[in-house]
């Protein structure tokens, strides 16, 4: 059965840094785009990023451009965003999600996501 | 941008049909897909491109795209449906992903 196991949540000061993981299993990994997509408490689902399965297209949301990097290692079936310069605003609950398609389409699976929470 | 929106609740007896819009200019010429959430728990896609039912979805629930206005319809609503519903577009031109604002379903 898919599984994605998000990891690396926490409570960090503003400006610092923090890397996410998401490990993935039951299904190919390196066939399939893969996306992160957050929800701050209480608000709807925002969409942060995505990956190509060779992690050769990237794309991410204005909010977080320039500041965030999604990348991942097919060899150990494990999704990354590393984030940096994190605003009070990036506080949120992260999910990693499957793309049924190489980019786009929709989301088959998502994992039970990380709680990130910025704040000094 | 891609904006799509959604009213911020719909409230609806048991037993009657639920209707939630996803509303964007010229929407009808992307594939729309469905999400439930409910509290605590990850979103569940309910329908995909448009109108179809993934596995192990209830036959109650189905959607149209049309124009500027896609529409995720809930017959014969129960309990259980209570939840927040969104709507979510692949943005070619920006090779974003969109999500609608969400919509409360409340079951009174």
């Known amino acids: 059965q898919v599984q994605l196991v998000e990891s690396g949540g926490g409570v960090v000061q503003p400006g610092r840094s923090l890397r996410l993981s998401c490990a993935a299993s039951?299904?190919?990994?390196?066939?399939?785009?893969m996306h992160w997509v957050r929800q701050a408490p209480g608000k709807g689902l925002e969409w942060v990023a995505v990956i190509s399965y060779f992690g050769n297209n990237k794309y991410y949301a204005d909010s977080v451009k320039g500041r965030f990097t999604i990348s991942r290692d097919n060899s150990k079936n494990t999704l990354y965003l590393q984030m940096n310069s994190l605003r009070a605003e990036d506080t949120a609950l992260y999910y990693c999600a499957k793309s049924v398609e190489r980019l786009g389409g929709y989301f088959d699976y998502w994992g039970q996501g990380t709680l990130v929470t910025v704040s000094s | 941008s891609y904006v799509l929106t959604q009213p911020p609740s719909v409230s609806v007896a048991p037993g009657q049909t639920a209707r939630i819009p996803c509303g964007e200019n010229n929407i009808g010429s992307k594939s729309v897909h469905w999400y439930q959430q409910k509290p605590g728990q990850a979103p569940v896609v309910v329908i995909c491109?448009?109108?179809d039912r993934p596995s192990g979805i209830p036959e109650r629930f189905s959607g149209s795209n049309s124009g500027n206005t896609a529409t995720l319809t809930i017959s014969r609503v129960e309990a259980g449906d209570e939840a927040d519903y969104y709507c979510?577009?692949?943005?070619?031109?920006?090779?974003?992903?969109?999500f609608g604002g969400g919509t409360k379903l409340t079951v009174l």
């Open positions: 979510q577009v692949w943005d070619g031109s920006s090779d974003h992903v969109v």
């Open positions: 491109y448009d109108s």
């Open positions: 039951g299904f190919t990994f390196s066939t399939y785009g």
